[in-house]
């Protein structure tokens, strides 16, 4: 079933939205609680049913997951109480310091690995870490304290 045939349509019920749109059940439900989605009507028997506006509102939450936004975030842009291009600006600023920091993680497993005739211990690694973080002038940088080392 394409977009535009999915769009056509006038009312499905949950499980139709769900496949129409690639999404759970559960995921429509939750999006329902959180005040993302709304049922355009209920049946007799209190059966949710949604309309062609519901399909695009889970197109646009679907977007919006894409790019990394928090599903407070998107309600936030949807309902009008954030400017999208501020929240464009601040998750890719987000994505950047993530891209910084698995880059450095990159590098820190590249020089632990590259010598393949020393093996490291696990007893080994964390000096090894504070050893490859030293900057210029010895400076050793905080690292996160594994629960054991306060024991010793």
């Excluded at 000096?127 to 940088?141: E, F, K, P, V």
């Amino acid at each position: 079933m394409t977009r535009p045939t999915v769009l056509r349509r006038r009312w499905r019920r949950i499980g139709e939205l769900a496949e129409a749109t690639g999404v759970t059940v559960r995921a429509l439900r939750h999006y329902e609680h959180t005040g993302l989605l709304a049922a355009s009507q209920r049946t007799g028997g209190g059966h949710r049913i949604y309309d062609c506006e519901s399909v695009r509102r889970v197109y646009h939450i679907l977007a919006l997951r894409e790019l990394g936004f928090s599903l407070q975030e998107i309600r936030r842009a949807m309902e009008g109480r954030s400017s999208l291009p501020n929240l464009l600006s601040e998750q890719l600023e987000r994505a950047e310091l993530q891209v910084a920091r698995a880059t450095k993680l990159r590098d820190r497993l590249r020089n632990i690995t590259k010598n393949t005739e020393s093996n490291v211990s696990v007893d080994e690694l964390p000096a090894r870490l504070d050893a490859m973080s030293q900057d210029g002038c010895g400076h050793t940088r905080r690292r996160a304290r594994a629960p054991d080392d306060a024991d010793r």
